[in-house]
């Protein structure tokens, strides 16, 4: 009886799907890892969600989750195109070509690729957030909380958006603390919670007490959790299940205004290509909550830095500011323009230790 | 009582008879755990395995992508079929594919921007070559120190899988790339791109060798002694051994076979779908081949109809989670039940069900 009603029901949603379709704006989403990663990922499906809170019945979406960085990406971007998808959001860095190529074949969809660099065709836009501002709230609260003075930092790849949160955390640690040390783990995965989990371990082994990543899943924070003493960020998404301890802050990756404006633009017709990279100021990064394990003080002085960075009146890369190998970058209260920024592959002067390649 | 009493002979009509009912109890136990998921099962069953080879919208793209999936699976079990009959175990054609893509795109990119008729063939030898010698590792230390394959080749891969992202970040780096890992793209340098042979068809030159590997395959084993003995050296190798087998130049022969082949599927891929080295671009293909070729029976025509059908149910798979919003994880059960469920239905190839108490003897 139920499987004759659902029968019915696909038969039904078949044949009344196309008269439908008209009215109803179809928005795909690709993801790296799965949305119970509780990180990055997780934060992209919240934006999907808020699509359809939003849109209502104006709006249907799908995702395909665990999609490899590779020729798998193309076909399931040429199946969503095929399926009468009106956008699709490629929502990792090494979905950068395969986005390209499919927007190429199908140039009536509106293809986003977040983290990206290529438009390589008028249907292509690429999005981002500046991670690197909540790095410097963040490592401001590092560099005080640090009693062993070693931050522990577990990085995916080394790209220049990995590498600019690492040198802004670092800048603002040293800032407030200048015993201030960063140590370095490359896992060369977004997604790898074994991974993770084994980096954070070896990071405590070494002495670390204050625990960053620029990973999707929540393993470092279990790790931590493990040990005495030792403290972690939230990284994505607000990952408050760790609160208090070892889950002190966060960095918030808050997609859905994007999302939901991107999904408005394509109804109405308005969609172009833009190349956005949104902030604290717009609001696409947020600070999570600040718990009470933080002092009084030090929690009012990340906020400050916070505020400043979201008026305009401070910058996270703001000179004098030296290159790892001792040369000159930024001069005295010189601010690093974008480019500089989006290309960037050098360590700041005081950090230990080579970019791999 | 039900008891299993062992066929003196195993039974030619089970062999072929399994994987189709293997196929069918996978459907059923799939079934029932897609209808707990709150899908229909009649209705996802249908978009993994009927629509990408029969749906008007979809099935003009997927169908060439089957053998775009399937080219790599086939042409690395085919390799890996062989030892596995003979009882070497190269559980490590992973980093044999992607040392073997790693060598290719090298000398690739080292002729870039120049075009000439003879980069890519070179590209393909460096590709096989690579993956040859990478495969001959694990060979050497076990004819020279007895060592076991099984874990020197594993371990390898994870030695390859650093290596790929050294060089995705070093020295095959595009340098047009603004610091990004990955290298060129060989799409877009055409002397380089294994493109389709005929547009549309998604038969690009490492589908085609696939196939030939298959025949090769075939004749190999039926038709040469080389091919009895390795198939003697697996069912009894002491026998195999007084018949003039000499095991560990066979043990070199079956690895670097495998390897060379998993070298073959990786410059392909690296060189046509995927299109450039990075850091991720190897999709598990040589872990998956192994159950391809499990899967296949260790038989060139069963692999060929076994990678087509795990190449199937990925393609299927991604369809159903787009269509349906089904989680990736119910996919990937659902292709281990198909494995789970060969391997249990061998038991009636060499075992008959008798009910009843046993004869009094």
């Not at chain 2, 460096?126 to 694990?138: D, F, N, R, T």
């Not at chain 2, 090769?216 to 084993?221: D, V």
Request: charged residues 15%; hydrophobic residues 50%; glycine residues 10%.
């Amino acid at each position: 009886m139920k499987l004759m009603k659902s029968l019915m029901t696909a038969a039904v949603a078949l044949g009344v799907a196309a008269p439908a379709m008209a009215d109803t704006t179809k928005v795909g989403f690709v993801y790296v890892g799965t949305p119970g990663d509780g990180g990055w990922t997780y934060e992209h499906d919240e934006g999907r969600k808020a699509v359809e809170e939003h849109f209502g019945d104006k709006v249907e979406t799908t995702f395909v989750e665990n999609v490899a960085e590779g020729p798998d990406a193309e076909r399931v971007l040429t199946q969503m195109a095929l399926s009468g998808h009106d956008l699709i959001f490629t929502t990792s860095f090494g979905y950068m070509d395969q986005t390209n190529a499919v927007a190429a074949k199908f140039p009536d969809i509106k293809f986003e690729h977040a983290t990206g660099y290529k438009r390589e065709h008028p249907n292509v836009s690429t999005y981002g957030a500046r991670f690197y501002e909540g790095r410097a709230v963040i490592g401001t609260i590092a560099g005080h909380m640090t009693e062993s003075n070693k931050i522990g930092y577990i990085a995916s790849f080394p790209i220049p958006e990995v590498i600019r949160g690492i040198n802004s955390a670092y800048i603002h640690a040293k800032k407030v603390n200048p015993d201030a040390e960063m140590k370095v783990i490359w896992v060369f995965s977004w997604f790898d919670p074994a991974k993770e989990a084994d980096a954070a371990a070896a990071l405590i082994e070494q002495g670390v007490d204050v625990i960053m990543q620029h990973t999707d899943s929540t393993a470092p924070m279990a790790k931590a959790a493990e040990t005495e003493g030792v403290i972690a960020f939230g990284q994505a998404s607000d990952m408050a299940q760790f609160a208090p301890s070892p889950r002190v802050s966060s960095i918030i990756d808050n997609w859905a205004p994007y999302y939901i404006e991107r999904t408005q633009a394509v109804m109405d017709g308005t969609w172009e290509q833009v190349d956005t990279w949104g902030g604290i100021a717009s609001g696409m990064v947020k600070i999570g909550d600040i718990t009470d394990a933080i002092p009084a003080e030090v929690k009012a002085e990340a906020m400050a830095i916070e505020a400043s960075i979201a008026d305009g009146s401070y910058h996270a890369f703001t000179g004098p500011l030296n290159k790892q190998d001792g040369t000159p970058w930024l001069a005295e209260g010189e601010t690093a323009g974008d480019g500089d920024l989006l290309g960037m592959n050098f360590y700041v002067e005081g950090i230990e230790g080579d970019i791999p390649s | 009582m039900i008891r299993l009493e062992k066929r003196p002979v195993p039974s030619k009509l089970w062999t072929y008879l399994t994987p189709i009912a293997a196929v069918v109890a996978t459907m059923v136990a799939g079934g029932i755990l897609f209808a707990f998921l709150g899908k229909d099962p009649v209705e996802v069953i249908r978009i993994i395995f009927w629509d990408p080879l029969f749906h008007p919208d979809f099935s003009a793209y997927s169908r060439p992508q089957l053998l775009v999936k399937a080219g790599p699976l086939i042409l690395i079990a085919i390799g890996l079929s062989l030892g596995f009959r003979a009882g070497i175990w190269n559980i490590g054609a992973e980093g044999q594919y992607i040392i073997g893509a790693i060598c290719g795109a090298a000398v690739g990119l080292a002729f870039y921007p120049m075009d000439a008729w003879f980069i890519f063939p070179l590209m393909i030898i460096a590709g096989a070559i690579g993956g040859l010698l990478w495969a001959m590792i694990p060979a050497l230390l076990k004819t020279r120190f007895g060592t076991n394959e099984i874990l020197v080749s594993l371990m390898l891969v994870y030695v390859a899988s650093n290596q790929l992202a050294s060089v995705s970040q070093g020295l095959l780096r595009n340098p047009d790339g603004m610091g990004f890992p990955g290298s060129r793209n060989f799409q877009q340098y055409p002397a380089a791109y294994n493109a389709e042979l005929i547009a549309g068809t998604g038969m690009h030159w490492g589908v085609l060798t696939a196939f030939l590997a298959v025949i090769a395959a075939y004749i190999l084993l039926n038709r040469h002694i080389l091919g009895f003995q390795i198939r003697l050296t697996g069912e009894s190798p002491r026998a195999a051994r007084f018949s003039g087998v000499r095991p560990k130049l066979l043990i070199l022969f079956c690895m670097g076979v495998s390897g060379a082949a998993a070298g073959l599927a990786g410059i392909f891929e690296v060189s046509g779908p995927s299109g450039q080295i990075n850091i991720s671009f190897n999709a598990g293909y040589g872990f998956t081949a192994i159950i391809v070729a499990f899967l296949g029976r260790l038989h060139p025509v069963g692999i060929l109809l076994a990678g087509l059908l795990l190449a199937l149910t990925y393609i299927g798979g991604e369809l159903a989670q787009l269509m349906l919003g089904l989680p990736a994880a119910a996919i990937q059960v659902f292709q281990g039940m198909l494995l789970f469920f060969l391997l249990a239905m061998d038991v009636f190839t060499n075992y008959r069900i008798r009910i009843g108490s046993p004869e009094a003897a």
